[in-house]
């Protein structure tokens, strides 16, 4: 089945604990990113990967880090977690880029006491 | 920098009746646009997209969409709405090689 996974789907932890969330994709897919959804806010990106090693900002970078070493994984890493990063997070994946269809894992929320 | 505005926090309709959720984008060139749906504690699911060619796209669960370039806008219709159709709807503009911005979301209510 062609699918885009998340884990953990639930996390709790404190704050300055270095954790990851990772993401992967069994479509071959070449656009990868990582949103953050807060009330009223809608969905921010986070990061973007057009390919391996190719990675590049998106409107709210600050505070996570992310890496592309294999086409199929796209983890996010948050080095220093605080509390308002607590969010609901989404990985997605498309075929090409940003205007391809996006493909949505079913979320991680991530909260920071 | 391109952005996504959806006016509507809230919506609430009786089922039946029709649906106008209401996008409007802000990017200089013709955008790439999409709708997507959220049904409660599930990722996003596409419901169209339009990148060129006839203004009136058509969607999956009898959703549509009209772009409109004169007002920069991106409306989602249906003519009659039914219960499982409540669920936060997102407006999306890309540009090409770059960032997907999402619009705040409109959250809509069927009433029975």
């Known amino acids: 089945e062609a699918q885009v996974t998340q884990n953990p789907r639930y996390l709790i932890t404190v704050t300055g604990k270095k954790l990851t969330v990772t993401c992967s994709q069994n479509?071959?897919?070449?656009?990868m990113s990582w949103y953050r959804q807060d009330p009223g806010l809608g969905l921010r990106q986070i990061y973007y990967?057009?390919?391996?090693?190719?990675?590049d900002k998106g409107d709210v970078p600050e505070g996570y880090k992310v890496s592309r070493k294999e086409k199929r994984n796209f983890p996010l890493i948050l080095e220093s977690p605080s509390p308002n990063q607590t969010s609901l997070y989404f990985c997605a994946s498309s075929t090409r880029a940003n205007t391809d269809t996006q493909y949505f894992g079913p979320g991680t929320r991530l909260t920071v006491l | 920098a391109q952005s996504v505005t959806q006016p509507d926090i809230h919506i609430t309709v009786s089922e039946g009746a029709s649906l106008e959720l209401r996008c409007n984008y802000s990017?200089?060139?013709?955008?790439?646009l999409f709708w997507y749906v959220q049904s409660p504690g599930q990722g996003l699911q596409l419901l169209l997209k339009?990148?060129?060619?006839?203004?009136l796209v058509q969607g999956i669960k009898g959703f549509e969409a009209e772009f409109k370039r004169s007002q920069s806008s991106f409306n989602l219709r249906k003519p009659s709405v039914h219960w499982s159709d409540a669920a936060e709807y997102f407006c999306?503009?890309?540009?090409?090689?770059?960032?997907?911005?999402f619009g705040g979301g409109t959250r809509l209510m069927v009433k029975p």
């Open positions: 999306a503009v890309g540009e090409a090689g770059n960032m997907l911005t």
């Open positions: 479509m071959n897919h070449e656009y």
């Open positions: 990967s057009m390919n391996v090693e190719v990675t």
């Open positions: 339009y990148f060129s060619g006839d203004t």
């Open positions: 990017y200089g060139a013709t955008p790439y």
